[in-house]
């Protein structure tokens, strides 16, 4: 009987053996350049390919169909989204990571020494021209922004997903 145990138990010990370990995506700290339109050197026109790379460890990714989807690869829990197929980046209010300007919570009306007049204004957002094209600013109820986008689009061919 106790062959037979021992037995069993080696028979056991070698399935637990066989598992396999899964390890977790670990991404490089997110440090968005506002000026340069890029995070961590990736560009609002960076493909799929490019972003999964550089960001494992991100929450969702949507193929790209000729410009009629949101295609792109979503950080959700870092609240970054990069739309690869409309070209643009988008940092949310609850963005894990760094600006270079400290933009997120800023007052509306304390920008202007830092990016200067905005090229559009409406009520609940400013779009500014910027080098490498256009960066929006998005306002929440006391005038703080609240949502970044930047992109390589300028403000005559920019489509943005809901």
Known sequence: MKIVLFMLAGVISMQVARAQLKTTAVCPPFDVDVLEGTVNEIHTYSNIGEIEKKFPCFSSATEETNGSTCGGVFFKDKDIYFFTERDYIEVGEHFKGKLSLPLLGASRGSLFNTL?????????????????????????????????????KGTDTLKLCE
């Open 116 to 152: 200067g007049n905005p090229k559009i204004k409406d009520t609940n957002w400013d779009a500014y021209q910027t080098k490498y094209g256009i960066l929006i600013l998005y306002y929440n109820k006391a005038g703080k922004i609240n949502k970044l986008q930047l992109s390589n």
